[in-house]
């Protein structure tokens, strides 16, 4: 029972709303909610800058909107079902009070669906697709003048929105996403990105350069670099090629106090110029997110991951020789097609060989047309996938509490997010190594780097005591002359 309960806090967090709109001007207000990743959340960015480059406004709250749109993720079923559920909720609303709500739903599950999603989902407006949002404004136009449905699901090539400088809402001012591709060629068997979000695409880098610049002159101290495959960054600028290596030292460059992380990073092409970028430049985090998904090499294989076990390990054992102290997360799926009691012990001991810092972890979701559901039986039974997901998760809380337990004593630079959410009086911020660090306020505030000495732990949470201001320039002086 408390298992299974974990499960759904899990899921529950990871599904979770990330935000909803801010700003309250133009004349028809939008609020818009964002469910699904890192990506999700930077394309809701670049909604809300087309719609209000349009005139609209953005509201937070779901009562006073004219528009209604919801974000959507399709990367498991209960994703969907969160946002069917939450459909049915503003459809409720819709019928009682607003009858001229405009409802729209945006994102990946819009694009599986298509036109799918009017049967199913009754009084939706609009259904719009991720290479769409440019579009968003006549499809607005077009449904509230017509009273009929409006859909764009067209998939590009080419679309970066790269002249789209983003509205970022619901910031903390402290840390930033920047979408430096869309879209993702790698087709493994279990995933639905492929056919959501189409093929891979980069940004140009002179484009991704100014917005972290701007970013860096709004005062933003962290960027994210997103994109579903960083590693396989390529944008032919004057006549030769980025590569991500390349563009992570040049994003690097725009200001020495600038923290950078990046997601995600897929193992297969996680090179050694990429891992000396991260040794050589003192504010690309000591910290990569490196999804694993098993620890078999036929389940590997038959998820079409393209490296074994072996040559994932001696990655990993790589990038600890060149740059040491760096700490990995990864995602694991539990319950793939044909997983045998023997391959699900071999992700136990990949876990146990590696001492992933975090987790994200999950049981396996068919998802229709892939790979998998078109090849492979959906053949571990629920209760079995829910007990070994759990014993994953038991095995990751475990191996993290220990790894933070090894903290303490160790000094951090933290940069602050913001106030811890237990207490005013004390705030929250993360490590290099992405590590959340709770310490008493005192005189610092959001976007202050400080040096903090952890005292005490739990398995998500390092606890500590400031011992000063610092720059990210300082500290990579200190290293230096140690
Ligand atoms: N591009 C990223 C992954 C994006 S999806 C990468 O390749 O690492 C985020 C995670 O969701 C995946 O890493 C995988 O662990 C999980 N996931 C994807 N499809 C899934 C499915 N059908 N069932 C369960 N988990 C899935
Ligand atoms: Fe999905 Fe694989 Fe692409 Fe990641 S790399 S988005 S898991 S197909
Ligand atoms: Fe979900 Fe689409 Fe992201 S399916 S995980 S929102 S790319």
Redesign the pocket.
């Known amino acids: 029972m408390q298992v299974i309960e974990d499960i759904d806090i899990l899921d529950e967090d990871l599904d979770a709303p990330k935000m909803t709109a801010a700003e309250a001007e133009g004349t028809r207000q939008v609020y818009l909610e964002t469910y699904g990743?890192q990506m999700n959340v930077s394309d809701s960015e670049i909604v809300a800058s087309v719609l209000r480059k349009n005139g609209f406004g953005l509201t937070h709250s779901q009562e006073e909107a004219d528009v209604v749109l919801i974000n959507t993720c399709a990367?498991?079923e209960n994703a969907e079902q969160k946002v069917r559920r939450r459909l049915d909720h503003l459809r409720a609303d819709k019928t009682k009070r607003h009858r001229d709500l405009t409802l729209g739903v945006l994102g990946c599950m819009a694009e599986r669906l298509r036109e799918k999603l009017l049967e199913q989902e009754q009084l939706v407006d609009l259904v719009v697709g991720p290479d769409a949002y440019r579009d968003l404004p006549r499809l607005l136009g077009e449904a509230e003048e017509t009273g009929q449905a409006a859909v764009n699901v067209q998939l590009s090539k080419e679309e970066t929105y790269a002249d789209i400088a983003p509205v970022r809402y619901d910031t903390n001012g402290v840390s930033a996403f920047v979408s430096i591709m869309r879209g993702?060629d790698?087709m493994?068997a279990?995933?639905?990105?492929p056919f959501t979000r189409g093929r891979e695409r980069s940004r140009p880098v002179t484009s991704i350069l100014s917005e972290v610049s701007q970013l860096v002159e709004e005062g933003y101290k962290e960027v994210t670099v997103l994109?579903?495959?960083v590693n396989s960054y390529r944008y032919e600028d004057g006549g030769r090629a980025v590569d991500f290596p390349e563009l992570l030292y040049r994003i690097s460059q725009v200001s020495p106090e600038l923290r950078i992380r990046y997601?995600?990073?897929?193992p297969k092409d996680c090179s050694d110029a990429l891992l000396r970028v991260h040794r050589e430049q003192h504010n690309i985090c000591n910290y990569i997110?490196l999804?694993v998904?098993h620890g078999n090499t036929e389940v590997l294989d038959r998820m079409r991951r393209t490296y074994t076990r072996e040559q994932y390990r001696q990655l990993i054992a790589r990038a600890r020789t060149i740059c040491p102290g760096i700490s990995f997360s990864t995602?694991?799926?539990a319950g793939?097609c044909g997983e045998t009691e023997a391959q699900h012990e071999d992700t136990l001991s990949l876990m146990r060989e590696v001492r992933y810092d975090h987790a994200?972890m999950?049981?396996?979701?068919?998802?229709p047309n892939?790979y998998?559901a078109r090849k492979y039986e959906d053949d571990v039974p629920e209760a079995v996938k829910k007990r070994r997901l759990s014993e994953i998760i038991t095995l990751q809380r475990t191996i993290s509490e220990e790894k933070n337990r090894t903290e303490i004593g160790a000094e951090h630079v933290v940069l602050v997010e913001g106030p811890s959410k237990r207490s005013d009086a004390q705030l929250c911020g993360r490590t290099d190594t992405n590590k959340m660090v709770v310490f008493d306020r005192e005189d610092y505030t959001q976007g202050d780097y400080v040096r903090v000495r952890i005292t005490d732990c739990t398995s998500a949470t390092l606890m500590g005591e400031p011992l000063g201001p610092t720059t990210l320039a300082a500290e990579a002086g200190r290293l230096a002359v140690a």
């Not at 279990?190 to 990105?193: A, G, I, P, Q, Y």
């Not at 997601?263 to 897929?266: Q, Y």
């Not at 999950?362 to 998802?367: V, W």
């Open positions: 990743c990367i498991r993702c790698n493994c279990f995933c639905v990105v994109g579903q495959n997601s995600t990073s897929h997110h999804p998904q995602d694991i799926i793939f994200y999950f049981m396996y979701s068919e998802r892939t998998a």
